[in-house]
């Protein structure tokens, strides 16, 4: 199969759907002449014209609210918001105007938009362009979030996002941008609300999305060598939720860890480790394991933002801990190969005891 | 209706329409419009007060001739954004009262199923594409309708109404800037009805005139006597003519009153009591009825176009009260429309 980067599926979905359907528009800051910071939009302009790809000035509220009027008006806008960052901006428009202007209307109008929202943190962007804040739209009702990891799942669900008649919120990660995936040839979508198994494994769930879903497979390769076998769940949309998926995967392997980049605290994973535990209670091995920033805004100096940033050994060390094989002595730590991180002072220390804080060498 | 009275009412208005250049059916279906809202909002404010309507009710009254002779010049297909003082602006725009009182009573047969109540009416297949709850939110909204018409290749115009409190807002200026950039068949309809909420307009605004003010946004603006139908109406027409003709956007800051408090209910210790009397003197239905009389227009036909829009907001108020209320389940119907998208009940209920 062919291999493109991220950002080149997504422009291809662009083009394919703006191609289809001539009621498709594209508007957002440096998209046309520029083609967008991450060459997302990258020959769209010259194909479609300054009208359909417009660059628009820096009125992201007002042009968000433009963007539901076009929608109610019979037009499928697609607004580029530039970084998620700024739904600080938007969140009138998006929160109490999109998400709610079908249920208010008792149904009598369609909300077809999709608003892309580059996220998280690669490169010391700093505090206002390294966030991820899907958690701020997953909890409005009537928004649908995607946040793909892989490039044939950005083409496929940016081109379901298109053709949806209910608003999207679709999250890209901006370290995805230059990643490069397999991508079918040909039409294909990959429908909203549709988990998928990215490695299947019989011991724990990794439940994850965008970027961090390939530190949870980085994580389930480094688990395996000492024989745990992780299966992770890519969400790839997070309202609606695949929850039949979800379900079916926990229920199988009794135990959970969600991870994202969003912050711990009140992130999306909490929802999801709050479900599962309602529902699965008397199959789960051990309470659902969370990974998510630590709760501070995202700093600037690398050191500091990848210490903020959960990393591959987070999830890891979160995974041996609903493993139940803390490590409490010399051979579960030995067995478990860990790196030290998740056993401060190392094997011999137990828990909350000796050489707090202090990574060993080598992690 | 027995043939006598209904082929004398025409015969009169025959003649009188041959005398005068703004025609007379235009001039009776400006009152017509006025008379609705104004028996509409009359009769919200009494069922407020007796309890029969949950929430809270904000009033137009003394504003009716804004939307009156601004929604004259619309085509059913033509694009409204609102306010949360919104029933004259849907009402203007043709929507049914009966659905919007059942809407205010909350009933099921509601324009909104219930779901919107009086700040958030909506009636799509009139392109009345929202009250709105929060201050400015329809400006871009009613931007973006005129965009898209303009991308799709429709002769449409949207209009939003908006009140003075929303000229203090960003979005308003960045639509202002925005409209007249991409020359937008968008026309801004200011309500100046001297009050946000409590606060004057004096208090909240660095400049005198809206109108006036964004003719540096290369906007064509005109600013009249709100209270005067007749200058609405044409004010409304030059922009809403130029707007549907491709020469961009249009703002009319119409200068009217807002004769009753922000809400039903409002202590309004923000003025006086003797302001509001003489407010009432430039009433803008009392003073169009005097205009018609002294044109001609005989007493018994502006009679009974009172009694038909008082019969007909009776009517409406029968339908609302005889009307069920909603099952509570119903409250989970209307979110998505995506058949598709089974899943969004179970994401929220899992």
């Known amino acids: ?363 | 209706m027995p043939r006598g009275r209904g082929e004398g009412l025409r015969r009169t208005l025959q003649k009188v329409r041959r005398r005068r250049d703004l025609a007379t059916v235009d001039a009776l279906g400006l009152y017509r419009t006025m008379v609705r809202i104004r028996r509409f909002e009359e009769r919200v404010e009494q069922l407020f007060l007796a309890g029969k309507l949950p929430g809270f009710v904000h009033l137009s009254i003394g504003q009716e001739a804004v939307p009156a002779g601004v929604c004259a010049h619309l085509r059913p297909d033509d694009y409204v954004t609102s306010t949360h003082r919104g029933h004259g602006h849907a009402l203007a725009k043709g929507t049914d009262p009966a659905a919007m009182m059942a809407e205010l009573y909350g009933k099921r047969t509601g324009s909104c199923r219930g779901k919107g109540g009086s700040m958030h009416i909506f009636d799509a297949r009139l392109g009345m594409l929202g009250a709105n709850g929060i201050v400015c939110a329809g400006v871009p909204i009613a931007a973006g309708a005129a965009l898209a018409a303009r991308l799709l290749g429709q002769d449409r115009v949207a209009v939003a109404f908006l009140g003075d409190g929303a000229v203090a807002r960003g979005p308003f200026h960045e639509s202002l800037n925005l409209a007249s950039l991409w020359k937008l068949p968008v026309v801004f309809v200011v309500e100046q009805n001297a009050f946000a909420s409590t606060t004057r307009y004096e208090e909240a605004h660095a400049f005198a005139s809206v109108a006036e003010f964004v003719r540096g946004y290369g906007v064509a603006s005109h600013r009249v006597d709100g209270n005067d139908v007749e200058a609405v109406y044409r004010a409304a027409g030059d922009l809403v003519d130029r707007a549907r003709s491709g020469e961009g956007p249009g703002l009319l800051e119409a200068v009217t009153y807002r004769l009753r408090g922000h809400y039903v209910g409002d202590p309004q210790r923000y003025r006086t009591r003797e302001e509001v009397e003489q407010a009432q003197a430039r009433d803008p239905v009392r003073r169009w009825r005097e205009v018609l009389r002294s044109r001609g227009v005989p007493e018994e036909v502006l009679e009974a176009v009172e009694r038909e829009e008082e019969e007909r907001v009776e009517a409406a108020v029968r339908f609302a009260e005889e009307s069920p209320l909603p099952e509570p389940e119903e409250a989970l119907e209307d979110l998505v429309s995506d058949p598709g998208f089974a899943g969004w009940e179970r994401t929220y209920r899992a």
Request: charged residues 25%; contains cysteine.
């Open chain 1, 1 to 363: 199969m062919r291999e493109l980067t991220f950002a080149e599926a997504t422009r291809e979905a662009m083009e394919e759907e703006m191609a289809r359907d001539p009621t498709v528009f594209l508007w957002g800051e440096d998209i046309a002449k520029q083609g967008g910071v991450f060459g997302q939009f990258r020959g769209l302009a010259e194909r479609f014209g300054l009208e359909r790809v417009r660059d628009t000035p820096i009125s992201e509220a007002t042009l968000v609210g433009m963007t539901l009027g076009a929608a109610l008006a019979g037009a499928r806008p697609v607004f580029d918001l530039h970084f998620a960052d700024f739904l600080g901006i938007v969140m009138d428009e998006v929160a109490n105007q999109i998400a709610k202007i079908r249920y208010m209307s008792g149904g009598q109008l369609k909300v077809p938009l999709v608003i892309r929202a580059p996220d998280g943190a690669v490169r010391s962007a700093g505090p206002h362009h390294s966030q991820s804040l899907e958690a701020w739209v997953t909890h409005v009702p009537g928004l649908a979030v995607v946040a793909p990891s892989t490039p044939a799942d950005a083409k496929g669900l940016l081109k379901a996002a298109i053709r949806s008649d209910d608003p999207v919120l679709f999250f890209e990660h901006k370290a995805l941008y230059p990643r490069k995936g397999p991508v079918p040839d040909g039409e294909y979508l990959v429908p909203l609300g549709k988990a998928r198994v990215a490695r299947e494994g019989k011991d724990v769930t990794l439940i994850s999305y965008s970027m961090t879903l390939w530190k949870c497979l980085e994580a389930a390769d480094r688990l395996s060598t000492d024989g745990v076998a992780c299966e992770v769940v890519d969400l790839r949309t997070l309202v609606p939720l695949d929850w039949d998926l979800v379900l079916d995967s926990v229920s199988r392997t009794r135990r959970a860890v969600v991870a994202h980049e969003a912050w711990r605290f009140g992130g999306f994973g909490a929802e999801v480790a709050a479900t599962l535990t309602e529902r699965l209670w008397d199959r789960l091995l051990a309470p659902v394991g969370r990974v998510g920033a630590r709760g501070v805004p995202i700093p600037f100096s690398p050191p500091l933002e990848r210490y903020v940033i959960p990393q591959t050994e987070d999830i890891v060390a979160k995974v041996r801990e609903v493993l139940g094989e803390r490590p409490r002595g010399a051979s579960a730590a030995a067995r478990l190969g860990d790196g030290g991180r998740q056993a401060p002072g190392g094997p011999q220390a137990g828990r909350g005891t000796g050489g707090e804080g202090r990574a060993p060498s080598g992690d």
